[in-house]
Nanobody, 132 residues
Framework: EVRLVESGGGLVQAGGSLRLSCAAS????????IGWFRQVPGKEREGISC????????YYTDSAKGRFTISSDSAKNTVYLQMNSLKLEDTAVYYC?????????????????????????WGKGILVTVSS
């Protein structure tokens, strides 16, 4: 059974940092692209960052550039999202998702429609709240 489990969310003050983790199981971790997404209630899901386990390439959307860093630990089958300089507008439910195809990371985090992404597996999400 494929599972993706996010952890590390919570409440943080603006300007602070959090590190989200995405623990993967049930599939060959090194064959996948893993993306991080977020969604605010009432708004479309937004792609943030991606790491390709095939070649180690990474990609960040404008929302994440310069503040967030994606990384992975193959021994732990875990992908991390280090979030620094958090802003109020970063408040959202954060999801990790996996794509088994050799999809470029830039495509992984680009919506195919209204908040739709071509990812095969999704975690349940974790809430990040940034307070003033």
């Amino acid at each position: 059974e494929v599972r993706l489990v996010e952890s590390g969310g919570g409440l943080v003050q603006a300007g602070g940092s959090l590190r989200l983790s995405c623990a993967a199981s049930g599939f060959t971790f090194d064959d996948y692209a893993i993306g991080w997404f977020r969604q605010v209630p009432g708004k479309e899901r937004e792609g943030i960052s991606c790491i390709s386990r095939r070649d180690g390439s990474t990609y960040y959307t404008d929302s994440a550039k310069g503040r967030f860093t994606i990384s992975s630990d193959s021994a732990k089958n875990t992908v991390y999202l280090q979030m620094n300089s958090l802003k109020l507008e970063d408040t959202a439910v954060y999801y990790c998702a996996a794509d088994p195809r050799p999809t470029p990371c830039m495509v992984v985090v680009s919506p195919r429609g209204s908040g739709m992404y071509g990812m095969d597996y999704w975690g349940k999400g974790i809430l990040v709240t940034v307070s003033s």
